[in-house]
């Protein structure tokens, strides 16, 4: 794993832990519920998946803005927020509710080898989201331990049931972004995964599993 994989990991952990304190401090509404017409009992609030899907297009509304080779004048541009400098040539871009996206900016892969483009990003706001998952949007610890290095990312959503959750983008060197996925698992712990490879494969290179 590179070192900027676990500086995100490490992050994302401290963002995972404070959400939790927080929530854990906080009391919860319970889910709305509304009265069954026909049978006099109470069904779930049918706006709840609703809910869930606008709140992720909020989460990732300017980090999807974002594309690699785009130089900060050109991300200033597309997502309409000053940008903080967290450190040299990492830039966060937040909206009023903590949502937005964290830029890195090298040379590297810049067509005239001099000027900063947009090299990797990685999703600002996600974590606070991702610990209020119910138990049917968790994988098991069973399920978590049957993911090796090698699989596809179909394999990995057909065998977890579901797409999970990027948490960021780096440019690989073979032409392909490295994209990292997390599940999440009962309270805070994770299932991590880094897709890699050329001509889409999309096949699972690291896996972190906590």
């Avoid at 832990?17 to 026909?38: L, M, W, Y």
């Avoid at 980090?63 to 004048?73: I, L, N, P, S």
Wanted: glycine residues 8%; hydrophobic residues 35%; proline residues 3%.
């Amino acid at each position: 794993m590179t070192k900027s994989s676990i500086k995100r990991l490490i992050l994302l952990i401290a963002l995972l832990v404070f959400a939790s304190v927080f929530i854990a401090g906080c009391s919860q509404p319970s889910t709305p519920t509304t009265p069954d017409s026909d049978s006099g009992t109470e069904t779930t609030d049918s706006t709840t998946t609703t809910d869930s899907t606008a709140a992720l297009e909020k989460i990732y509304a300017l980090y999807d803005k974002v594309q690699f080779g785009q130089t900060k004048a050109e991300v200033d541009a597309a997502l309409g927020v000053t940008a903080k400098e967290a450190m040299t040539d990492i830039f966060q871009y937040l909206d009023a509710n903590g949502n937005g996206v964290m830029i890195g900016m090298s040379s590297v892969f810049s067509q005239d080898g001099n000027t900063k483009v947009v090299l990797n990003k990685s999703v600002e706001g996600l974590a606070t989201y991702l610990i209020t998952l119910p138990d049917d949007q968790r994988v098991t610890d069973e399920q978590a331990q049957s993911i090796t290095e090698g699989m596809t990312y179909d394999e990995i959503k057909t065998m977890l049931g579901g797409d999970g959750y990027e948490l960021s983008s780096a440019q690989g060197f073979e032409g392909k972004p490295e994209i990292d996925r997390v599940w999440m698992k009962e309270g805070i712990s994770m299932l991590t995964v880094k897709f890699a490879g050329p001509d889409g494969t999309d096949v699972s290179t690291v896996i972190v599993d906590f």
